[in-house]
């Protein structure tokens, strides 16, 4: 495809052509003491400077295919006819005040079709696998990556089998099933579920999903930084949070920016504020130690979406974080469920745990003046509170019985004290 410049190993720094490497470096390969060989897709950005401009996009559809310049699908690819994309940017700064900060935005990607952020990489992936001519697609998942593949797949018509650990949300096994793809829930971890899945894509010929190791996956998370930066251009904010799983999202995320920088349509770069939950936190404590490869721990965090014990692209997201002059906070599962409730109840934004535990490692960091009072702040709610109605109830009081008498009502209202002035 002409407008791939190369896949460049962020490892050893090699040049690969598309047809030289179909997943990682073929000299690094991926090794579990911490040698990933992850590929970064590198544009022809001059040739590309010439589709891709101000004007293209004040024409462009709303959705991530207005950046199919820079995407890695040839110009004629069949795309998914789901909607994805260009989700709303909302502003509270009342909140904000609240809080301590200038300004507070919220891009809620769980509006997207399945209902996380990941949807921006399955269809790019499931597209990719349409032109490479496979039939089957797998992934192995903590949830949303695998329902997302399985809407997609259902979408394009391609079959997909799914790796997902047992003890995955019911809400996101449901899309599974209903999108009828083919389920097989693994008695162990993530990680486990992971090699399983990467031995059986090479065993039988399925096109494999897994962001970790699939260098156009990324390129299909990027579309959240292109976006923001577009519908933030000229007010980009001082601060891009996020949860941080595997990495993926985050260093996604700063290349969209990035690339919307060198294309000239903005003029400043956020810095990013990567969180993690404390039970699943290699990626905050390399950050902190200052290594460039993460030690993996058993994840252990209500947020499942990010209970990576082995994150696989640790070497993008901690480069990410770093030049972008970023910070990495850990918070626990009860500061999670506390910022899905207080966020759910100001704004009228519903994120899974990982959705809004970018929020909680924001609150941190008001705390800590890592965001300072006079800073504008950008969170990615990465997930849809619907996936995972278990962890919304433990966050919130339950309801209160009554009989049907207007004296239980009376009673109640009188409890709650006046009217909201
Ligand atoms: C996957 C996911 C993340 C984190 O993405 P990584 O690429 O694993 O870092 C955050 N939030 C939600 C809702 C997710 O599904
Ligand atoms: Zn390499």
Same mark, same amino acid.
């Given at each position: 495809?002409?407008?791939?410049?190369?896949?460049?190993? !962020?490892?050893?720094?090699?040049?690969?052509?598309?047809?030289?490497?179909?997943?990682?470096?073929?000299?690094?390969?991926?090794?579990?003491?911490?040698?990933?060989?992850?590929?970064?897709?590198?544009?022809?950005?001059?040739?590309?400077?010439?589709?891709?401009?101000?004007?293209?996009?004040?024409?462009?559809?709303?959705?991530?295919?207005?950046?199919?310049?820079?995407?890695?699908?040839?110009?004629?690819?069949?795309?998914?006819?789901?909607? #994805?994309?260009?989700?709303? #940017?909302?502003?509270?700064?009342?909140?904000?005040?609240?809080?301590?900060?200038?300004?507070?935005?919220?891009?809620?990607?769980?509006?997207?079709?399945?209902?996380?952020?990941?949807?921006?990489?399955?269809?790019?992936?499931?597209?990719?696998?349409?032109?490479?001519?496979?039939?089957?697609?797998?992934?192995?998942?903590?949830?949303?990556?695998?329902?997302?593949?399985?809407?997609?797949?259902?979408?394009?018509?391609?079959?997909?089998?799914?790796?997902?650990?047992?003890?995955?949300?019911?809400?996101?096994?449901?899309?599974?099933?209903?999108?009828?793809?083919?389920?097989?829930?693994?008695?162990?971890?993530?990680?486990?579920?992971?090699?399983?899945?990467?031995?059986?894509?090479?065993?039988?010929?399925?096109?494999?999903?897994?962001?970790?190791?699939?260098?156009?996956?990324?390129?299909?998370?990027?579309?959240?930084?292109?976006?923001?930066?577009?519908?933030?251009?000229?007010?980009?904010?001082?601060?891009?949070?996020?949860?941080?799983?595997?990495?993926?999202?985050?260093?996604?995320?700063?290349?969209?920016?990035?690339?919307?920088?060198?294309?000239?349509?903005?003029?400043?770069?956020?810095?990013?504020?990567?969180?993690?939950?404390?039970?699943?936190?290699?990626?905050?404590?390399?950050?902190?130690?200052?290594?460039?490869?993460?030690?993996?721990?058993?994840?252990?965090?209500?947020?499942?979406? #990010?209970?990576?014990?082995?994150?696989?692209?640790?070497?993008?997201?901690?480069?990410?974080?770093?030049?972008?002059?970023?910070?990495?906070?850990?918070?626990?599962?009860?500061?999670?469920?506390?910022?899905?409730?207080?966020?759910?109840?100001?704004?009228?934004?519903?994120?899974?745990?990982?959705?809004?535990?970018?929020?909680?490692?924001?609150?941190?960091?008001?705390?800590?003046?890592? !965001?300072?009072?006079?800073?504008? !702040?950008?969170?990615?709610?990465?997930?849809?509170?619907?996936?995972?109605?278990?962890?919304?109830?433990?966050?919130?009081?339950?309801?209160?019985?009554?009989?049907?008498?207007?004296?239980?009502?009376?009673?109640?209202?009188?409890?709650?004290?006046?009217?909201?002035?």
């Amino acid at each position: 495809m002409e407008k791939i410049a190369a896949l460049r190993c !962020v490892e050893c720094g090699k040049a690969f052509r598309e047809d030289e490497a179909m997943y990682t470096c073929p000299s690094c390969g991926t090794r579990p003491d911490g040698g990933w060989g992850i590929l970064d897709v590198e544009y022809d950005y001059e040739r590309q400077a010439r589709l891709f401009h101000k004007d293209h996009l004040q024409r462009a559809e709303r959705n991530i295919w207005r950046y199919l310049p820079i995407l890695p699908l040839a110009d004629n690819a069949k795309l998914p006819s789901l909607q #994805i994309g260009w989700t709303p #940017i909302m502003e509270f700064p009342e909140l904000a005040r609240r809080w301590g900060i200038a300004n507070l935005y919220l891009k809620d990607d769980g509006r997207l079709p399945t209902g996380s952020f990941k949807d921006r990489a399955s269809a790019v992936g499931t597209a990719k696998a349409v032109e490479l001519g496979f039939d089957t697609i797998c992934c192995a998942s903590t949830g949303n990556a695998a329902s997302s593949l399985a809407g997609f797949s259902a979408n394009l018509g391609l079959r997909s089998y799914i790796f997902v650990p047992a003890h995955a949300p019911e809400g996101k096994v449901a899309q599974l099933r209903i999108f009828k793809s083919n389920v097989l829930l693994v008695e162990g971890t993530y990680d486990e579920a992971y090699y399983l899945c990467q031995e059986a894509a090479e065993a039988f010929g399925w096109y494999n999903r897994n962001c970790a190791i699939n260098p156009y996956l990324i390129e299909g998370k990027k579309t959240a930084g292109l976006e923001a930066a577009e519908q933030m251009a000229g007010k980009i904010p001082d601060w891009v949070s996020v949860a941080v799983g595997d990495g993926c999202t985050i260093a996604g995320i700063w290349k969209g920016f990035v690339e919307m920088k060198r294309f000239g349509i903005i003029d400043k770069l956020p810095r990013l504020l990567g969180v993690q939950a404390e039970g699943a936190q290699p990626i905050f404590e390399a950050f902190h130690a200052g290594d460039e490869t993460v030690r993996p721990r058993r994840p252990e965090t209500l947020a499942d979406s #990010i209970a990576v014990g082995q994150p696989r692209n640790q070497t993008k997201a901690l480069r990410a974080i770093r030049e972008s002059g970023g910070a990495m906070v850990a918070v626990s599962d009860e500061e999670i469920l506390s910022a899905m409730y207080e966020l759910a109840q100001k704004t009228g934004v519903f994120g899974e745990p990982a959705g809004v535990t970018g929020i909680a490692g924001l609150l941190r960091a008001i705390t800590d003046e890592t !965001v300072k009072s006079t800073e504008t !702040v950008l969170h990615i709610v990465s997930g849809n509170g619907l996936k995972d109605v278990r962890s919304a109830q433990r966050a919130c009081p339950d309801a209160r019985r009554i009989n049907v008498s207007l004296d239980d009502v009376r009673a109640i209202v009188a409890a709650d004290g006046p009217r909201p002035a």
